[in-house]
């Protein structure tokens, strides 16, 4: 497995194919940043041990196909249970009912097992940075399902301008310190703007976030 750093992020990681684990386990060799320090088979045997020792995790990357528990319930045990533990899904398929099931459950990221080893690490540092990230084929897959339910709330929350430009950057996967970055503005503002903008929306995660903005039309993914 990855080399462990004291300062790493410990990744549980559940697939049914060992050939997957194994092709991780390799992208990240040499990553001081992230280590893979535990494994799973099925979504099961991930709730199990990360239920053992919940804040033995800061990341887990499941495979959404997997017996006796899926990722998508995997995910939604998760969320419910331990909200702190980020997750991004693995699936060989974009399909929109697999990632309208996974956005559903509150997933922090979607990629496809044929992504690279820079768009993993891309992944994984916005997601272990509070922010989300969604393959490029899956963010018009979600807007497309989206735009089709898209029903404009009479209570829709009246956002100032820099918030709606601060929810924009989120909806691109920004991380705070990227929107901070861009805006020229401390790191402990745009978390204010993004807990009022939380508080506001009535949304409880960065996904939810990224939901209603698409909901609302204040993104077009076009």
């Not at 060992?18 to 940043?33: A, T, V």
């Not at 768009?119 to 509070?130: D, K, M, S, V």
């Not at 949304?203 to 039309?217: D, E, F, H, M, P």
């Amino acid at each position: 497995m990855s080399n462990l750093s004291e300062t790493a992020t410990n990744i549980i990681i559940a697939d049914d194919h060992q050939l997957i684990i194994d092709g991780i386990d390799s992208m990240l060799q040499g990553e001081k940043n992230y280590h893979i320090s535990a494994t799973a088979s099925n979504g099961a045997e991930a709730l199990q041990l990360i239920s053992a020792d919940p804040s033995r995790f800061q990341l887990l990357i499941t495979d959404i196909d997997m017996p006796l528990m899926n990722g998508t319930e995997l995910c939604r045990n998760v969320k419910s249970r331990y909200s702190h533990l980020p997750v991004l899904m693995l699936s060989m398929y974009s399909s929109q009912l697999m990632v309208k099931e996974a956005i559903a459950a509150e997933a922090d990221g979607y990629i496809l097992k044929q992504a690279g080893k820079e768009e993993l690490l891309q992944a994984l540092h916005r997601i272990t940075n509070g922010g989300t990230y969604f393959s490029r084929e899956i963010l018009p897959v979600l807007y497309s399902q989206y735009k089709k339910e898209q029903r404009k709330e009479a209570g829709t929350a009246v956002l100032s301008a820099r918030e709606r430009e601060i929810l924009l950057l989120i909806v691109q996967e920004q991380t705070s310190e990227d929107i901070a970055r861009q805006l020229s503005i401390s790191k402990k503002t745009v978390d204010n703007h993004r807990a009022h903008l939380l508080e506001k929306t009535g949304c409880t995660s960065t996904v939810g976030l990224v939901k209603y903005a698409i909901r609302n039309g204040f993104y077009d993914a076009q």
